[in-house]
Nanobody, 114 residues
């Protein structure tokens, strides 16, 4: 099991930016698929972006062109750069391996409002 800790959230105005971090408890060997999720009150958890160990990235249509996923292998950390934030981006953001049901962190709250 790999544990993850999310950080970097906060409260920003529309159009602002945040960079979220997802720190893994250890290096993950072999192929892996990491996912950023978000969940707003009353909504189900939503897939936002993904990154593979090969460097392939994918994004949900609603964030394309605004969010960028990246990694720092030396720090066992994945990032989500969020630009041009909108109120609809307000949610708790989580990260995890796509295939893992455990190891969830507390998430990090992102609030976008005027």
């Amino acid at each position: 099991q790999v544990q993850f800790v999310e950080s970097g959230g906060g409260s920003v105005q529309p159009g602002g930016s945040l960079r979220l971090s997802c720190a893994a408890s250890r290096t993950i060997s072999g192929f892996w698929l990491m996912v950023w999720y978000r969940q707003a009150p009353g909504n189900e958890r939503e897939w936002v972006a993904s990154l593979t160990s090969s460097g392939t990235t994918k994004y949900v249509d609603s964030v394309k062109g605004r969010f960028t996923i990246s990694r720092d292998n030396a720090k066992n950390t994945m990032y989500l750069q969020m630009n041009s934030l909108k109120p609809d981006d307000t949610a708790v953001y989580y990260c995890n391996l796509a295939s893992q049901r455990t190891g969830w962190g507390q998430g990090t709250q992102v609030t976008v409002s005027s």
